[in-house]
């Protein structure tokens, strides 16, 4: 049979575009969940500084979807927006699982409510959408609300819903802590209730992912979740709490070849985000130097007797931010000490101390502040406003 080269080319430049737009649609899908996932970690690690049960009644018009682990795949049966393969090729296990993690530490459960009301969709239990949003309910002990018109009903019955609870605390019996998903069952004797808590949770080996965080380094550009912690107007976290003292020093001067060099990144990933080729041509006319000098409260750290000394590993972190949220600059130190128990005493009482000193360009509007504890993966954050005045100290929980 003699096929038309013509049609063969057709069907490969057809084929051509097909790939390309699925690509397309998986980056923006990827954007969504990381997006998605970034907030959900963000705010449990906001709550974790207030006491007691939280609620969060997430109301949108749109929910990622596919964001399963592994053991929650239907790649067969799935479709996302046409995409059959999608499932297959993402892999969100890692990321869901902090995501639930830091929500479930601080005692967050999410109640998913989907604002387009009824749908009219028969197979709700196949639809992407609906699953996220029952698999993030199921994970934290809250409930999805969806493919219903009563959405004033829906808030009332999540606000009521999560007003009465139990907590209830155990000790798994199994010892291998091997990273895998196990199931929790909760059984009453009178039966003719429903129960909302967390049906599954992954037995985590804490020392082995604690020396992974840890050999994971202290980036500020794509780090997880320290990007989170860092991003521009986010709410601040309260797991690690520190003071910052805050000094402008001297008067501005013009940037060096290695200042310049150093804030290249920051302009070519600027330019990016605005889809341009190149980074803008102009430079800062003129940096102006700070300090900061950090205590920390060493309540909030992890830091083990490690055989005669008390072991600590903190990152503090620092992004300068124009106007916009546009990132002009980052910097981050990585401290790892042995403290010897002659000095754990006034450790514990002055707190852990810490300085950086480092140059931001002229029209730097915020500084953002971290503090993270390597051995417990917890953080601290702040924002400050610029300008200060020179050699004006400012002190800012």
Do not use: C
């Amino acid at each position: 049979m003699r096929v038309d080269p013509y049609i063969q080319i057709e069907q490969n430049f057809s084929q051509m575009l097909d790939n390309d737009q699925v690509e397309m649609q998986s980056e923006l899908l990827d954007q969504r969940v990381n997006k998605t996932l970034d907030a959900m970690a963000q705010i449990g690690r906001y709550l974790s500084g207030f006491e007691g049960r939280k609620n969060l009644i997430w109301y949108s018009g749109s929910f990622p979807a596919a964001v399963f682990p592994d053991v929650l795949k239907q790649a067969a049966t799935l479709e996302v927006r046409g995409l059959e393969s999608y499932i297959t090729d993402r892999n969100y296990t890692d990321r869901l699982r902090t995501a639930t993690d830091h929500l479930t530490a601080s005692e967050v459960a999410v109640y998913p409510v989907d604002a387009r009301g009824l749908t009219g969709e028969g197979a709700d239990q196949l639809n992407p959408e609906i699953a996220t949003m029952q698999l993030l309910a199921e994970q934290t002990g809250g409930k999805a609300y969806y493919n219903t018109n009563d959405l004033k009903g829906a808030l009332e019955s999540a606000a009521v819903d999560g007003s009465t609870y139990y907590s209830l605390l155990y000790a798994p019996t199994n010892p291998k802590f091997d990273g895998k998903l196990r199931n929790i069952r909760v059984k009453l004797e009178k039966s003719g209730y429903t129960l909302a808590y967390r049906r599954t949770y992954f037995a985590d080996d804490l020392e082995s992912k604690n020396r992974h965080a840890s050999a994971a380094g202290a980036g500020t550009s794509s780090g997880e979740p320290l990007s989170a912690d860092m991003q521009f107007g986010a709410p601040l976290t309260h797991e690690v709490i520190f003071f910052a003292h805050v000094d402008a020093i001297s008067s501005a001067v013009p940037p060096t070849p290695a200042q310049l060099a150093a804030l290249r990144p920051y302009q070519e990933e600027m330019a990016r985000a605005e889809h341009r080729k190149h980074p803008p041509k102009e430079t800062p006319e003129l940096m102006q130097q700070y300090a900061i000098a950090y205590s920390v409260l060493t309540k909030m750290l992890k830091y083990p007797d490690s055989g005669g000394a008390y072991r600590s590993d903190l990152v503090f972190s620092v992004l300068a931010y124009d106007e916009n949220g546009a990132t002009l600059w980052g910097n981050s130190t990585r401290l790892k000490d042995n403290i010897p128990h002659t000095r754990i005493d006034a450790i514990r009482r002055d707190g852990f101390r810490a300085a950086q000193t480092f140059y931001v360009p002229l029209n730097t509007a915020v500084l953002r502040l971290s503090v993270r504890d390597q051995l417990n993966n917890k953080s601290g954050s702040m924002e400050i406003r610029l300008p200060l005045a020179v050699n004006k100290p400012v002190l800012q929980p």
